[in-house]
């Protein structure tokens, strides 16, 4: 187990971790993976797909607007770059040609 839990269990300090859990093609993240393992509680920030159901997938998206399918898994962008979406939305414009 990393850092995080021995800075909690043995120095007794709580920790705080914010960040996604899947990137652009729906695949963990592997420090995602490792703190949703050994999280003691987790608290998920909602937002919405633009068809209003929670959104729980980020699409990467290219300057024309079309999901993005393949490249490396972290690339820096804000809200030009990706968009929030519920699974079947991000399904759908990810499987679209």
Do not use: W
Not at 6 to 30: H, M, N, S
Not at 65 to 74: P, R, S, T
Not at 83 to 97: L, Q
């Amino acid at each position: 187990m990393g850092q995080a839990t021995a800075i909690a269990d043995e120095l007794r300090i709580p920790v705080l971790c914010y960040g996604l859990r899947t990137d652009f093609q729906g695949k963990l993240f592997p420090g995602s993976a490792e703190l949703l393992a050994v999280a003691d509680n987790l608290i998920e920030l909602k937002t919405i797909c633009h068809c209003g159901r929670k959104a729980t997938m980020n699409l990467r998206v290219g300057a024309d607007g079309a999901a993005v399918k393949v490249g490396e898994q972290v690339a820096i962008g804000g809200n030009d770059r990706y968009v929030a979406m519920c699974r079947r939305h991000f399904k759908e414009a990810f499987s679209s040609p």
